[in-house]
């Protein structure tokens, strides 16, 4: 869930997004935000199991995240720098260059799924606190 769904779909729903955003003709501008829209709600479903997960199984689903926290960068490695983007007339139609999606792909990690995994894991361990509290 969180590798292919959380880091995947939504590295692929900014991927869609920016290819609609540069996009020249109106109808694959539709498509792509269709596809963008699509892909969040998969990106969504990804982060509502992991949460599901750490709800129903705490300390295994905590490992498992923890050790994707310790892993990103093998799914979502820094790109190489100055490799040539796509050329604007395949930008115009939505297409974005393997550099630029490998960029996207980093960034959404970086800047999204492990900062959100890492809030889940800091609100369960909130959680576990204030129970362990009340018990006492």
């Known amino acids: 869930a969180i590798v ?5 779909e939504g590295a692929a729903a900014v991927e869609a997004l920016e290819g609609a ?6 109808v694959v501008r539709g498509v792509l ?22 709800d129903a199984e705490p300390r295994r689903a905590q490992a498992v995240v923890r050790a994707c926290l310790r892993e990103g ?3 979502a490695p820094k790109p190489a720098v100055g490799l ?3 050329d604007d007339a ?15 792909r980093h960034e ?11 809030a889940m894991l800091q609100a369960l361990g909130r959680h576990a606190d204030a129970s362990s509290r009340a018990r006492t």
């Not at 935000?33 to 599901?52: C, F, G, M, N, P």
Request: with cysteine; net charge neutral; aromatic share 8%.
């Open 4 to 8: 292919e769904g959380a880091l995947g």
């Open 21 to 26: 955003g540069a996009c020249v003709d109106p």
């Open 33 to 54: 935000s269709r596809i963008a829209a699509d892909e969040q709600r998969h990106a969504l479903l990804a982060y509502q199991t992991v949460k599901w997960a750490l």
């Open 73 to 75: 960068q093998l799914h």
């Open 84 to 86: 040539a983007d796509s």
């Open 90 to 104: 395949a930008r115009g139609y939505g297409l974005i260059s393997p550099n630029r999606r490998a960029w996207l």
């Open 108 to 118: 959404v990690w970086h800047e999204v799924v492990a900062p959100i995994l890492a």
